[in-house]
């Protein structure tokens, strides 16, 4: 440490005691300090001997040395706040409230200082909060806890939201004028009475009165020591909810189809299926040719039609439908007897047991399987086809395998057929089976893929979820 001279006031000692802060004297034209009491060399930690005698400035933490000089102030008091070094290397801020007196012949500044770190920490962060909300793209507000009151702040976006010409246009906007519906606004302000929080998707107006729908959240606030008041965010989700809107209509039409397909066309579909059963013993000769292709087209649009109620009906569901645990083996094993009823040419068997276990699925799970085996019989080139289904499980997942004996897959093609990459039934895929096979199980959240069967053919594969 740099040799100095140390002088102390005469007689200043009880007299700087006796002040309930901090204090520090020191010359208005050097800045050395002359004397300090014992609660200012409690607040920096030094011992008074090691501060009498140092420049004013030397108290300063060391970022801010070059940003200050020793207050003066002049005839009057002058206020600032220092960040003070502290001996333990830590700073504390003080609140130095100077002015200048007449001590021993001279003058001296004394300088009362109130450790202030709380409050300064408490502003650094306000101050951080509210560059924050001026730069979110959400409008945050503050309003009177009266829907006939103004606002008492807003941020920027709340400006643009309501196409305000400035902050004090909105500001001085009543509350109830942003409300499109009155009745809307009585019962938010009710419901906001009675609960403090509330989020309501409400139809809002400009303040050139053009309509937008905003997700409102508000927060009453009730200080002790004032009157309450509302804290509160606006998003505009005109736009969600117009495509909501548009989503609706759209799965509106699409149940009508789906009760036209499932219910008039099926239903005609097996009138005729009844009569061409009818003509068996009547047409012989040279026109059973034709009666066969009108049983097969008739059995076709029939299946046909099955599928696509299920495809609609997975499509029009919820984005995130319910899901449960299912039985794999009931719905397997019901599945291959059904699918062995229609098809008695083939062969359709189990390898091994299937495992008794329960899958992450809907009960539109036998739609999978259904397709599956339907495809793998209607698309073989063998008169006497083979499927073979065996699962297995693991702790947290069970693997379906579906193998058939065909002509199998070309590799080019082995995901083009679930139609991924593709718009959905517009695709190259085999039909709208496998499309909807790849829908489930991707909603089921597991994965279906094809692989080459030994010798021939192809296995679909699938992996659910096994549920807890």
Known sequence: MNERTVTTETGAGDFLEGIPDGVVVYDPETGVIRAVNARFAAL?????????????????????????????????????????????????????????????????????????????HRQDELGRFEELVEHVPTGIFRAHDDPEGTFLEANPTMVDLFDADSKADLLSTPVADIYADGDDRRRFFDTIAETNVVTEKLE??????????????????????????????????????????????????????????RHDIRNDMQLV???????????????????????????????????????????????????????????????????????????IRTRGNVPLVEVVANDMLGSVFRNLLNNAVQHSDRDDP??????????????????????????????????????????????????????????YGGDVWIEDNDPRGTVFVLRFERAA
């Not at 696509?308 to 645990?325: A, F, W, Y």
């Not at 719905?331 to 062995?340: F, N």
Request: proline share 3%.
């Open 44 to 120: 920096t930690g030094f011992d008074r001997e090691r501060l009498v005698g140092r420049h004013v400035e030397d108290l300063l933490a060391d970022e801010r040395r070059s940003e200050s000089r020793a207050v003066d102030p002049g005839d009057g008091t002058a206020t600032v706040e220092w960040p003070l070094e502290r001996r333990d290397g830590g700073t504390v801020w003080a609140e130095l409230s100077a002015s200048r007196v007449e001590r021993d012949g001279g003058t001296r500044v004394l300088a009362t200082a109130r450790d202030v770190t709380d409050r300064k």
């Open 204 to 261: 809002l107006r400009t303040l050139d009165g053009e309509s937008f729908w905003g997700l409102v959240t508000v927060c009453r606030c009730s200080p002790v020591d004032g009157e309450p008041y509302l804290d509160g965010a606006i998003k505009d989700v005109t736009e969600a909810r117009e495509y909501r809107q548009v989503l609706e209509e759209q799965n509106e039409r699409l149940e009508l189809l789906n009760r036209i397909v």
């Open 273 to 347: 299926q009844g009569m061409t059963d009818l003509l068996d013993n009547v047409v012989t000769g040279g026109h059973r040719p034709q009666l066969e292709t009108i049983r097969s087209r008739t059995d076709h649009v029939i299946e046909l039609t099955d599928v696509m109620g299920d495809l609609m009906e997975t499509l029009v569901s919820e984005t995130d439908p319910t899901l449960e645990p299912i039985h794999l083996s009931y719905v397997l094993d019901q599945e291959i007897r059904e699918a062995q009823s229609s098809y008695p040419e083939a062969t």
């Open 386 to 443: 083979t499927v073979t289904v065996s699962a297995s499980a693991e702790d947290d997942a069970v693997t379906v395998r579906v193998a058939d004996d065909g002509s199998g897959i070309p590799d080019d093609r082995k995901e083009t057929v679930f139609g991924k990459g593709e718009k959905g039934i517009d695709s190259e895929g085999t039909g709208l089976g496998l499309y909807l096979v790849y829908t489930l199980v991707d909603q």
